[in-house]
DNA sequence: ACAGCGTTAGTTTTT
DNA sequence: CTAACGCTGT
């Protein structure tokens, strides 16, 4: 137990031993969240204040609980498996599984990942005979989806317009194909377990009374109903508890909200605050990641937030190296700089996995990219396909839960055709139309109107029917090879001369079953309930939907690390180039203008400047390719709010921009008025406007008192104005 | 059924 | 500029 507790400082000690009451963290960027985490749990088990049953630990990632799961292995000589430890999702998934009737649902209910729900979204919409241009499906979605994250059904949400009745009156319709599919989306499995505890209450206080002790982590990324969820298994939601509830143990940087643009509320740490009646919070203020000059950076930067919780990280490491500054002529200018410093830096025998490309979107990957390439630099990009989402392993996928649940018409829409066998989209056409008349899905209306024995849909519904049939009593993995043969599916990518990797990646899968048995298909016993669940392929066919899988490749190689500051959260390095520092770029245009938006890019940056370790390199381009067009571009106002002192402005030989740019590029309508200026308008010229301030000229047009200029003004946006009216002078 | 063409949009993303 | 999507023609 002192082994437990040892090496921890003060604040970290405080936060483990708090004794049992709510309690809000506010853990900084490196300052041993995940320990204190992980060690609180431990601490709590190991002196005898609650069972491993007890324990309710949330995080929002698999990484990160998977990753608490393994230091609490580590930390405690008992079985970690059975605890309730997962994503808000996860948790809810295995709550549902075990009270699916209760909930409205099918033993073998299925999950719709992003894509899924977006396909039948747009089936919907067809099916209803709607413009998907009016109402893009897209846009539905989101709009379903902001709903289901607010605690909002299709018959509780507002219509203040036609338009946006017409939007609620889709959710529900909506609603109600996922019910007759007996599929869920992934705000659904929030939403529904929250409902089911909200209104059964004898459900309700049973969890409450076993959860003593609830654990979240990242609390600033919840959204309004995950904090709900929280609130009524802590006791504090409608359903109050006999006892005293759980006590609520929630872990965030407000600093570091990130995601306000798929519904977190930075304000729920206020609301906690308020309605837990915490007097106070503990402070992890003390960094083991960084130098100092990195951290008084960040410090300094994110202090131009208003509202915040407040937080000033320190460090016990000296100041280090100062940060070094760099402005390249172009985009490209700017990624041969870091090339250079990648590859003198490797020359020093610093490993390249420990050097990171941040940039704020994903568009910048492509030139730095290009020039690791030229260099023959090793590098790999985060965020690309994931191994559940590719193609191959979708179709598969839905052969299987086709065998599930026949219901399921994402999955039979996507496979009845695949590999083709002649059922066209006429005949998918009329099964929609047979299934929306007698109310039965596709696969249904497959079955009873395969009239003619020899047609293709017969064919294939007497495919899968054998299938299903003789792989009843089979082991998944051999249901999964079989499926792959009877399907087609193998044939299909034989023949393709591209399919040999697909071959290889469905064989991936048939082994990721095989170690999903072994690892988590074990039947879940757990203090007094045993959790059921629609057997090894419903559990198989949800852990495919909720965890995607890492981005695999080239996991192990020693590569230069290229990713969105987004992506970044969470990692560390000890050498960071965040790149692209421009006014519209980062902070972002679509962002800058209100003080929200502004802020929470500023958080963005905050979050960059916080993943390095020794080294940060700030770097941007006076002009850049954006849309096919030279953007010139204004340095980023965040580079102004760094003391000037921790900086290091290090531009040499190639990065020389060319001051004056060419001729040719003088604005057509000053060239008339004064040809001969030295500080005639043109291209990429710094200009002030009385009202939206210092800018650059990007573009130009007509002649004249007709002429205007394109200025990008940064925070401001870009805009046209008529030289005549507006009153430009050089900056 | 599929290739080829034209059109359009273009932050960030986990589950 | 480019990638992705949808439509049309064979």
């Given at each position: 137990?002192?082994?437990?507790?040892?090496?921890?400082?003060?604040?970290?000690?405080?936060?483990?031993?708090?004794?049992?009451?709510?309690?809000?963290?506010?853990?900084?960027?490196?300052?041993?969240?995940?320990?204190?985490?992980?060690?609180?749990?431990?601490?709590?088990?190991?002196?005898?204040?609650?069972?491993?049953?007890?324990?309710?630990?949330?995080?929002?990632?698999?990484?990160?609980?998977?990753?608490?799961?393994?230091?609490?292995?580590?930390?405690?000589?008992?079985?970690?498996?059975?605890?309730?430890?997962?994503?808000?999702?996860?948790?809810?998934?295995?709550?549902?599984?075990?009270?699916?009737?209760?909930?409205?649902?099918?033993?073998?209910?299925?999950?719709?990942?992003?894509?899924?729900?977006?396909?039948?979204?747009?089936?919907?919409?067809?099916?209803?005979?709607?413009?998907?241009?009016?109402?893009?499906?897209?846009?539905?979605?989101?709009?379903?989806?902001?709903?289901?994250?607010?605690?909002?059904?299709?018959?509780?949400?507002?219509?203040?317009?036609?338009?946006?009745?017409?939007?609620?009156?889709?959710?529900?319709?909506?609603?109600?194909?996922?019910?007759?599919?007996?599929?869920?989306?992934?705000?659904?499995?929030?939403?529904?377990?929250?409902?089911?505890?909200?209104?059964?209450?004898?459900?309700?206080?049973?969890?409450?009374?076993?959860?003593?002790?609830?654990?979240?982590?990242?609390?600033?990324?919840?959204?309004?109903?995950?904090?709900?969820?929280?609130?009524?298994?802590?006791?504090?939601?409608?359903?109050?508890?006999?006892?005293?509830?759980?006590?609520?143990?929630?872990?965030?940087?407000?600093?570091?909200?990130?995601?306000?643009?798929?519904?977190?509320?930075?304000?729920?740490?206020?609301?906690?605050?308020?309605?837990?009646?915490?007097?106070?919070?503990?402070?992890?203020?003390?960094?083991?990641?960084?130098?100092?000059?990195?951290?008084?950076?960040?410090?300094?930067?994110?202090?131009?937030?208003?509202?915040?919780?407040?937080?000033?990280?320190?460090t016990e490491a000296g100041a280090g190296e100062p940060i070094r500054v760099f402005e390249g002529y172009s985009d490209i200018a700017e990624a041969a700089f870091i090339v250079e410093e990648i590859c003198e830096l490797a020359g020093d025998g610093v490993s390249r996995q420990q050097m990171a490309l941040l940039y704020r979107s994903n568009a910048q990957s492509r030139v730095l990219e290009h020039q690791l390439f030229k260099q023959g630099l090793a590098y790999r990009v985060h965020g690309g396909l994931r191994f559940f989402d590719r193609q191959e392993i979708?179709?598969?996928?839905?052969?299987?839960?086709?065998?599930?649940?026949?219901?399921?018409?994402?999955?039979?829409?996507?496979?009845?055709?695949?590999?083709?066998?002649?059922?066209?989209?006429?005949?998918?056409?009329?099964?929609?139309?047979?299934?929306?008349?007698?109310?039965?899905?596709?696969?249904?209306?497959?079955?009873?109107?395969?009239?003619?024995?020899?047609?293709?849909?017969?064919?294939?519904?007497?495919?899968?029917?054998?299938?299903?049939?003789?792989?009843?009593?089979?082991?998944?993995?051999?249901?999964?090879?079989?499926?792959?043969?009877?399907?087609?599916?193998?044939?299909?990518?034989?023949?393709?001369?591209?399919?040999?990797?697909?071959?290889?990646?469905?064989?991936?899968?048939?082994?990721?079953?095989?170690?999903?048995?072994?690892?988590?298909?074990?039947?879940?016993?757990?203090?007094?309930?045993?959790?059921?669940?629609?057997?090894?392929?419903?559990?198989?066919?949800?852990?495919?939907?909720?965890?995607?899988?890492?981005?695999?490749?080239?996991e192990g190689q020693d590569a230069i690390q290229l990713m969105t500051v987004h992506a970044a959260k969470g990692l560390e390095f000890d050498i960071v180039f965040i790149t692209g520092l421009e006014q519209g770029l980062f902070p972002h245009e679509n962002a800058a203008q209100e003080r929200e938006g502004l802020e929470e890019e500023r958080r963005l940056m905050y979050v960059a400047v916080t993943r390095a370790r020794k080294r940060l390199y700030l770097t941007h381009a006076q002009t850049r390719m954006l849309h096919g067009q030279t953007r010139y571009c204004?340095?980023?106002?965040?580079?102004?709010?760094?003391?000037?002192?921790?900086?290091?402005?290090?531009?040499?030989?190639?990065?020389?921009?060319?001051?004056?740019?060419?001729?040719?590029?003088?604005?057509?309508?000053?060239?008339?008025?004064?040809?001969?200026?030295?500080?005639?308008?043109?291209?990429?010229?710094?200009?002030?406007?009385?009202?939206?301030?210092?800018?650059?000229?990007?573009?130009?047009?007509?002649?004249?008192?007709?002429?205007?200029?394109?200025?990008?003004?940064?925070?401001?946006?870009?805009?046209?104005?008529?030289?005549?009216?507006?009153?430009?002078?050089?900056?």
């Amino acid at each position: 137990m002192s082994d437990l507790l040892a090496h921890l400082n003060p604040p970290q000690l405080a936060a483990v031993t708090l004794p049992p009451q709510h309690a809000l963290i506010l853990a900084g960027a490196g300052s041993g969240k995940t320990r204190v985490l992980t060690t609180r749990i431990a601490w709590l088990i190991s002196t005898g204040q609650v069972g491993p049953q007890g324990v309710l630990a949330v995080t929002f990632t698999n990484k990160a609980a998977k990753e608490m799961q393994a230091r609490l292995a580590a930390l405690l000589p008992i079985n970690t498996r059975g605890m309730w430890i997962g994503t808000f999702h996860g948790l809810c998934n295995r709550f549902l599984r075990a009270h699916h009737r209760e909930a409205g649902l099918t033993a073998q209910f299925q999950i719709l990942d992003s894509a899924d729900q977006l396909a039948a979204i747009k089936r919907l919409l067809k099916n209803l005979n709607i413009d998907d241009e009016k109402y893009p499906p897209r846009e539905l979605m989101h709009f379903i989806n902001a709903h289901k994250e607010q605690g909002i059904r299709a018959a509780q949400a507002e219509a203040y317009d036609a338009y946006t009745s017409r939007r609620v009156e889709l959710y529900g319709e909506y609603e109600g194909q996922c019910q007759r599919e007996g599929v869920v989306d992934f705000s659904e499995l929030l939403l529904r377990s929250y409902e089911l505890l909200q209104r059964n209450e004898p459900l309700c206080q049973h969890y409450q009374a076993r959860f003593r002790h609830i654990l979240v982590d990242e609390f600033q990324d919840t959204n309004r109903l995950q904090y709900a969820w929280l609130k009524l298994l802590a006791g504090r939601g409608s359903v109050k508890s006999e006892s005293a509830g759980a006590c609520l143990f929630a872990v965030g940087d407000d600093d570091q909200s990130i995601y306000a643009f798929r519904g977190a509320e930075i304000g729920n740490m206020r609301a906690l605050q308020r309605e837990f009646d915490l007097p106070e919070v503990i402070r992890l203020e003390q960094n083991y990641r960084s130098h100092g000059n990195i951290l008084d950076a960040a410090n300094a930067l994110i202090k131009q937030n208003r509202g915040r919780l407040g937080k000033n990280l320190w460090t016990e490491a000296g100041a280090g190296e100062p940060i070094r500054v760099f402005e390249g002529y172009s985009d490209i200018a700017e990624a041969a700089f870091i090339v250079e410093e990648i590859c003198e830096l490797a020359g020093d025998g610093v490993s390249r996995q420990q050097m990171a490309l941040l940039y704020r979107s994903n568009a910048q990957s492509r030139v730095l990219e290009h020039q690791l390439f030229k260099q023959g630099l090793a590098y790999r990009v985060h965020g690309g396909l994931r191994f559940f989402d590719r193609q191959e392993i979708k179709h598969a996928l839905a052969y299987l839960r086709l065998l599930a649940n026949p219901d399921d018409d994402t999955a039979f829409a996507r496979v009845v055709n695949f590999p083709t066998r002649g059922i066209g989209g006429r005949s998918i056409e009329a099964l929609q139309e047979a299934a929306r008349q007698s109310n039965c899905s596709l696969y249904n209306a497959a079955a009873s109107l395969a009239g003619k024995p020899g047609g293709a849909v017969a064919r294939f519904i007497a495919m899968i029917e054998s299938l299903r049939a003789e792989t009843r009593d089979l082991p998944l993995p051999e249901v999964i090879d079989q499926l792959i043969e009877r399907s087609g599916l193998r044939q299909h990518y034989l023949a393709d001369k591209e399919g040999q990797d697909r071959l290889e990646n469905l064989d991936e899968l048939i082994n990721a079953a095989s170690s999903f048995l072994k690892d988590d298909g074990v039947p879940l016993v757990d203090g007094d309930e045993v959790v059921p669940d629609g057997g090894p392929l419903a559990s198989f066919l949800a852990h495919a939907s909720l965890e995607a899988g890492e981005h695999q490749a080239g996991e192990g190689q020693d590569a230069i690390q290229l990713m969105t500051v987004h992506a970044a959260k969470g990692l560390e390095f000890d050498i960071v180039f965040i790149t692209g520092l421009e006014q519209g770029l980062f902070p972002h245009e679509n962002a800058a203008q209100e003080r929200e938006g502004l802020e929470e890019e500023r958080r963005l940056m905050y979050v960059a400047v916080t993943r390095a370790r020794k080294r940060l390199y700030l770097t941007h381009a006076q002009t850049r390719m954006l849309h096919g067009q030279t953007r010139y571009c204004l340095p980023s106002s965040f580079l102004e709010e760094l003391p000037v002192e921790l900086l290091r402005k290090i531009n040499r030989g190639l990065s020389s921009a060319p001051l004056a740019p060419p001729r040719s590029t003088a604005v057509a309508g000053a060239a008339w008025q004064q040809p001969a200026a030295a500080n005639a308008l043109r291209i990429g010229q710094n200009v002030r406007h009385a009202r939206f301030g210092v800018g650059v000229i990007v573009s130009s047009e007509g002649a004249g008192p007709e002429a205007r200029v394109q200025v990008n003004f940064g925070a401001g946006g870009v805009k046209w104005l008529a030289l005549e009216y507006a009153k430009l002078t050089p900056a």
